[in-house]
């Protein structure tokens, strides 16, 4: 392999890495989210990106509706279920002085039903996308190709993030969310409503995942297993630091790249792979990830 292919593999790997890292990094975000305030992972979260691009696909393909309404439907209906979820479901078991295994099995038990639905629906019957609504011309970047869909899809992630970002920062929901992470029995004594704010923020995480499935359902089959993808986006939050939310948007990139680069330098094979080495190699040189705090053992 000479010096010029080795560049232009670097550039391609990158380049790509960031459209599908960008797409990784909001499912991220809609993990850690849920874990910080509830110390709980959510094992349905890529049954719930799932849903989101079946309910758009439904939308578009079989009631034939506009791309703009359906869009809209969407968001909305991922958010209200996962926050209805939440509330029926989660905060009976926290009510209930359930313990932490017996709400991952709730999460569990919510990717199984999801799953089942769709399949039980026929739409997973046959691999489908969603239609773009951009050409797909290719873009020059240096030696770089890419696609207008993927310059799109970059840069409708990251304006979402930014959003994110600007709500945690400045918004008085944002900091209700911020302080649960934090520390959820001080933000209760000055008066955060706990189980209003949880539900808020499986109804984000939700939203964020809905939006994930929208930009890369355009470039990849929606099958009823596509959730699997969730399992990147927890590789990712744990390269970042699990509670730590600018982490999950750098483990997102991280795991994007390392996968291209991976499949362009090694093989297409070895993709799968290159999310959990880049885990082991995380956790072996710095245990709570690349932007994690210290370390906190919690008594029991």
Known sequence: ???????????QGVLSGLVTGSVYALLAIAVVIIFKTTDVPNFAQGEIFMLGGYIALFLMLVAGWRYAAAIV????AVAALSGLFQRVVMERVIASKGVGV??????????????GLVRQSGLGDTPRSLPSLLPGDPVIIGDAVLTTLDLAIFATAVLVMLLLFAM??????????????MNPKAARLVGV??????????????????????????????TPDIGHIAILAYAAAIVGGINSVPGAVLGGFVIGIAENLVGLFVSTNAIVVAPFVAIMVVLLLRPQGLLGGKLQVKKV
């Open 1 to 11: 392999m000479s010096y010029g292919d080795i560049w232009l593999f670097l550039q």
């Open 73 to 76: 439907v969407t968001l909305a």
């Open 102 to 115: 017996q709400l991952v099995i709730a999460t569990l038990g919510l990717a199984y039903a999801l799953k």
């Open 168 to 181: 945690f920062a400045y918004t008085r929901a944002g900091k209700a969310m911020r302080a649960v992470g």
């Open 193 to 222: 409503n706990l189980p209003r704010i949880r539900m808020m923020v499986w109804a984000l995480s939700g939203l964020i995942s809905a939006v994930a499935a929208l930009l890369i359902t355009r470039k990849i089959l929606i």
